[in-house]
């Protein structure tokens, strides 16, 4: 499902990314939420039947909309692709994979690449690294999720009996992570799959507006983690105070970069090769290119893990 709100320059490359999965058998719920660009034009305008667009008159905020999305969609896995994101080509068919793997797991998750304001990699956030990928049990204690919401993909059963909080117009999506977590084993795939606008989320409002909403999130668990719900909640208000004051230094940049570690040579071809494939999709479907140097540059990248994979022993 894709949650749209005033995204009409990335929708290109986000609906680009999903055209150019490896597998086609998926239904996008879109529901643009209130926007007033025209984002809803980019995605009804490709006349892809698999695409349910759906447009609110004002904007409700994103747990409204994700819960919208949610009751009208109708496949056996949930994921999330968010408008001013894109995925890698390859990702719906490794996540289905696992599932139909590993039956213990609800919901798996992967890394992020973590995009710099040119679109570049720039980073890595997900606890990619860690062989993780083996099914874990469900948390015992209140804590945030250990893997991002948006590289993951959920069992539909599952995803329906949680829900997401319509009242929260952000941090909808830890809050119903926590939920499922709490009550069914989960998995981390040790590869990105997903890449990230994480500089675009990050601003002071966005922030503190987060804060405010993560505790309403962990106060719906007090009767439960009475002890642990305090504990989060004194956690969120000491970093909602760390962010004032970075952003009060000017140091806004140190917020994003603390988030990510720097990627590897192997997970920098990958998305070369990602970026390069959506890339053509893009120009493809949207006639959108890119500039010279950087399309020369990602073609190198994917030609050169073309070969490495190709010279790799099965």
Request: glycine letters at 6%; one cysteine or more.
């Given at each position: 499902?894709?949650?749209?709100?005033?995204?009409?320059?990335?929708?290109?490359?986000?609906?680009?990314?999903?055209?150019?999965?490896?597998?086609?058998?998926?239904?996008?719920?879109?529901?643009?939420?209130?926007?007033?660009?025209?984002?809803?034009?980019?995605?009804?305008?490709?006349?892809?039947?698999?695409?349910?667009?759906?447009?609110?008159?004002?904007?409700?905020?994103?747990?409204?909309?994700?819960?919208?999305?949610?009751?009208?969609?109708?496949?056996?896995?949930?994921?999330?692709?968010?408008?001013?994101?894109?995925?890698?080509?390859?990702?719906?068919?490794?996540?289905?994979?696992?599932?139909?793997?590993?039956?213990?797991?609800?919901?798996?998750?992967?890394?992020?690449?973590?995009?710099?304001?040119?679109?570049?990699?720039?980073?890595?956030?997900?606890?990619?690294?860690?062989?993780?990928?083996?099914?874990?049990?469900?948390?015992?204690?209140?804590?945030?999720?250990?893997?991002?919401?948006?590289?993951?993909?959920?069992?539909?059963?599952?995803?329906?009996?949680?829900?997401?909080?319509?009242?929260?117009?952000?941090?909808?999506?830890?809050?119903?992570?926590?939920?499922?977590?709490?009550?069914?084993?989960?998995?981390?795939?040790?590869?990105?799959?997903?890449?990230?606008?994480?500089?675009?989320?990050?601003?002071?409002q966005k922030l503190m507006d987060g804060s405010h909403f993560a505790?309403?999130?962990?106060?719906?668990h007090r009767a439960k983690f009475p002890l642990q719900?305090?504990?989060?909640?004194?956690?969120?208000?000491?970093?909602?105070?760390?962010?004032?004051?970075?952003?009060?230094?000017?140091?806004?940049?140190?917020?994003?970069?603390?988030?990510?570690?720097?990627?590897?040579?192997?997970?920098?071809?990958?998305?070369?090769?990602?970026?390069?494939?959506?890339?053509?999709?893009?120009?493809?479907?949207?006639?959108?290119?890119?500039?010279?140097?950087?399309?020369?540059?990602?073609?190198?990248?994917?030609?050169?893990?073309?070969?490495?994979?190709?010279?790799?022993?099965?």
């Amino acid at each position: 499902m894709m949650v749209c709100y005033n995204a009409a320059p990335t929708l290109p490359w986000a609906l680009g990314s999903l055209l150019a999965q490896t597998s086609d058998d998926w239904e996008c719920i879109f529901v643009d939420d209130g926007s007033t660009d025209g984002s809803s034009a980019i995605a009804t305008g490709l006349g892809d039947t698999r695409i349910r667009a759906f447009r609110f008159a004002t904007n409700r905020g994103r747990g409204a909309a994700r819960q919208f999305a949610l009751e009208r969609a109708q496949g056996e896995y949930l994921c999330m692709l968010d408008a001013d994101d894109w995925m890698y080509p390859w990702r719906c068919k490794t996540e289905q994979d696992f599932l139909e793997a590993e039956p213990e797991a609800a919901i798996v998750s992967a890394g992020m690449a973590i995009l710099d304001g040119a679109g570049d990699l720039t980073g890595v956030r997900g606890n990619v690294g860690d062989d993780n990928s083996r099914v874990l049990p469900p948390i015992t204690r209140l804590r945030t999720p250990p893997f991002p919401f948006a590289a993951s993909m959920i069992r539909m059963r599952v995803a329906k009996l949680c829900k997401f909080d319509p009242k929260l117009p952000i941090v909808e999506d830890m809050d119903f992570l926590m939920r499922i977590i709490l009550n069914h084993g989960y998995a981390i795939l040790n590869r990105n799959l997903y890449a990230y606008n994480e500089y675009s989320a990050v601003t002071l409002q966005k922030l503190m507006d987060g804060s405010h909403f993560a505790r309403q999130s962990f106060q719906k668990h007090r009767a439960k983690f009475p002890l642990q719900c305090r504990a989060n909640n004194l956690k969120v208000f000491a970093k909602s105070v760390v962010h004032r004051g970075a952003f009060s230094l000017n140091c806004s940049d140190w917020l994003v970069r603390r988030r990510f570690r720097p990627p590897t040579s192997e997970e920098f071809k990958e998305f070369q090769w990602a970026h390069g494939t959506v890339a053509s999709k893009v120009e493809e479907i949207f006639g959108i290119s890119e500039p010279v140097e950087r399309k020369l540059h990602s073609s190198v990248g994917a030609l050169s893990y073309t070969k490495e994979r190709e010279n790799a022993p099965a």
